[in-house]
C-alpha cells in the first residue's frame, strides 16, 4: 500500500460523523482538531483519558462506553482506530475496508487507508506535512517541517506574500518589554510585512535591525515637534503614512494600552477614517518583575497587585494616584515611571501606614542584556537610587513579594 505515495486532500468534516475507536493519549491528541472542523465524532471505548472524558462531559463528542462492536462504523465517513486492543483495532479496520471508511490507524500505518498529517496553522492557511513512505515514516522529521514552515510564517523569516489586495492602515503593536523574542506572533508577522515602521525608544528595538532595507523605520522620538506637541506630531505621522496606501506599524513598548496612549492614536486614526488594528503586547509591569525573579502575586504573600505610575509626585496636584489608599492595601505595588519620584512616593506611603521595612525592587532595563536588579526597602530606596546610579526605565516593586524568589537577575 506504501509504494505510492499518500494523495494528499482537506476533508470537510462539518455534521459528519467520524468514529474513534479508543480513549487514550492517541484520540486526546486528534480529538481536538476534528472538533474543531465541525466534526459529529463518537468515540467506542470502555475507557478515555481525563481530557477525553471532559470532552464527553461537555457533549462535544458522544462516548459510547464499551469496546469497539462489528457495525460501530456504520454511517461513518471516517475513522480513527487507536485503541490498545491489537484485535479491536484490526477487526475495526478490516469493517474501515469493508464498508469504504478512509481510516487512520495509531498502531499500523502500513495497513491504514489514510495518514494523519503534521498540521499546523498561519495566516489563514494550514499546513499539513506527510510523509511520502510509510515504511520510511519520520513522525518527528514531519512535525519538525510543519514548525520550520509554521514558525517561519509567523515570525517573517518565511516571506509568502498575499496576492489579495492589502488594506493598508496602521496596526498598533505591544513590542513586549525589549527582549525581541518576547513580541507576540501577530505582532512579529504584521512588522514583517510592514512598509512603515513609527517606533518607541522602548520595546524590542532589535527587531528594527532584522527589517528588510526597503522599510521605513522612523524614530518616534526623533519626529519634530514643538512643545507638548509629540502625540500630534507622531498621530500625523501615522495618518499621512497610511493615506499614502503604506502598511504602518506602530511599535510601542509593552502592551499598547498600559501607559502606552494607544487609545489617543486609535481615537485619531478613527477620525482620519484610517483603519486600525490594536495587537496586545506583555507589559514590561508584570514581564520585568518576572524577569528578575519576583512574581507580582504569591500564594499566602499576595492577592492583588496594583500597577501605578509614578511620573507626578504624591503632592502633584495633576497626580490621579489615591496613595494613601495605596499605602492601607496590603498586597503588591508595581510602579512605572517612577524612578526620579520615589523618595517622595516612598515618604507618602510610609507617611499612610505602609511599614518602612517593606522589600522594593527596581529593576532597570528588565529582559535586556542590560538588566539590573537593585534591592530596597521603603526606608532606604530614595538613598539606594542615589548611590546605585538607578536610571529609567525600570520597573519598581513595592511588596513582600520581592522576598520571596530567587532572583535571576542576568
Ligand atoms: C510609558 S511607560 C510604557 C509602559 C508600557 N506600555 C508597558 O506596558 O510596559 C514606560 C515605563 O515602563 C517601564 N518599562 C518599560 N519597559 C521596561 C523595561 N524593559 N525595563 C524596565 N522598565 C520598563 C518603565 O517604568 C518605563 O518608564
Known amino acids: 500500500m506504501a509504494e505510492h505515495p499518500a494523495y494528499p486532500v482537506g476533508l470537510r468534516l462539518t455534521g459528519r460523523r467520524v468514529v474513534v475507536v479508543g480513549g487514550g493519549q492517541v484520540a486526546q491528541r486528534r480529538l481536538p482538531a476534528l472538533l474543531a472542523a465541525g466534526a459529529d465524532v463518537v468515540l467506542v471505548s470502555p475507557e478515555a483519558t481525563p481530557s477525553v472524558e471532559a470532552m ?19 454511517g461513518a465517513w471516517y475513522a ?12 475495526a479496520s478490516a469493517e474501515a475496508e469493508r464498508e469504504r471508511v478512509w481510516c487512520v490507524r495509531s498502531d499500523d500505518a502500513d495497513r491504514a487507508t489514510a495518514w494523519t498529517p503534521a498540521t499546523g496553522q498561519s495566516e ?17 522529521h514531519t512535525a519538525a517541517v510543519r514548525d520550520a ?13 498575499h496576492h489579495r489586495t492589502r488594506t493598508p492602515g496602521v496596526a498598533l503593536v505591544g ?23 513609527i517606533a518607541d525608544r522602548l520595546g524590542p528595538r532589535d527587531l528594527l535591525a ?20 509629540a502625540q500630534e506630531a507622531i498621530n500625523n505621522a501615522l495618518i499621512e503614512h497610511a493615506r499614502k496606501g503604506r502598511s504602518v506599524v506602530r511599535l510601542k513598548g509593552g502592551d499598547p ?20 488594528t490594536v495587537v496586545p503586547g506583555i507589559s514590561s509591569s508584570i514581564s520585568v518583575p518576572g524577569a528578575a525573579g519576583i512574581p507580582v502575586t504569591h500564594r499566602g504573600v499576595a492577592h492583588e497587585f496594583t500597577v501605578v505610575s509614578g511620573h507626578v509626585a504624591p503632592d502633584d496636584e495633576r497626580s490621579l494616584v489615591d496613595w494613601p489608599s495605596l499605602a492601607r492595601l496590603t498586597g503588591t505595588l508595581v510602579i512605572l515611571m517612577g524612578v526620579d519620584k520615589m523618595g517622595r512616593i516612598a515618604e507618602t506611603l510610609i507617611a499612610h501606614g505602609r511599614s518602612p521595612d517593606t522589600p522594593v525592587a ?21 538613598e539606594t537610587v542615589r548611590a546605585e546610579d538607578v536610571r529609567p526605565p525600570a520597573v519598581i516593586v513595592v511588596g513582600e513579594v520581592v522576598a520571596v524568589g530567587t532572583p535571576t537577575d542576568r
Open 56 to 74: 464527553a462531559d461537555a457533549g462535544e463528542i458522544t462516548w459510547q462506553r464499551r469496546p469497539y462492536a462489528e457495525g460501530d462504523l456504520a
Open 80 to 91: 480513527l482506530v487507536a485503541s490498545d486492543d491489537a484485535e479491536a483495532n484490526a477487526r
Open 124 to 140: 489563514g492557511v494550514t499546513v499539513a506535512v506527510l510523509t511520502t513512505d510509510a515504511r520510511g515514516r519520520d513522525p518527528r
Open 149 to 161: 514552515v509554521v514558525e517561519g510564517l509567523r515570525d517573517g523569516t518565511l516571506v509568502a506574500p
Open 175 to 197: 513590542g513586549g518589554p525589549g527582549d525581541p523574542d518576547l513580541i507576540t506572533v501577530r505582532g512579529r508577522r504584521l512588522l514583517a510585512e510592514a512598509d512603515v515602521v
Open 210 to 229: 532584522e527589517l528588510p532595507p526597503h522599510v521605513e523605520v522612523i524614530d518616534a522620538a526623533k519626529i519634530p515637534y514643538g512643545r507638548y506637541m
Open 257 to 276: 494600552y498600559v501607559f502606552g496612549r494607544g487609545m489617543e492614536e486609535v481615537q485619531a486614526l478613527a477620525e482620519a477614517g484610517i483603519p486600525c
Open 362 to 382: 527596581l529593576v532597570q532595563e528588565g529582559t535586556t542584556a542590560a538588566q539590573r536588579r537593585v534591592d530596597a526597602t521603603l526606608a532606604t530606596v530614595a
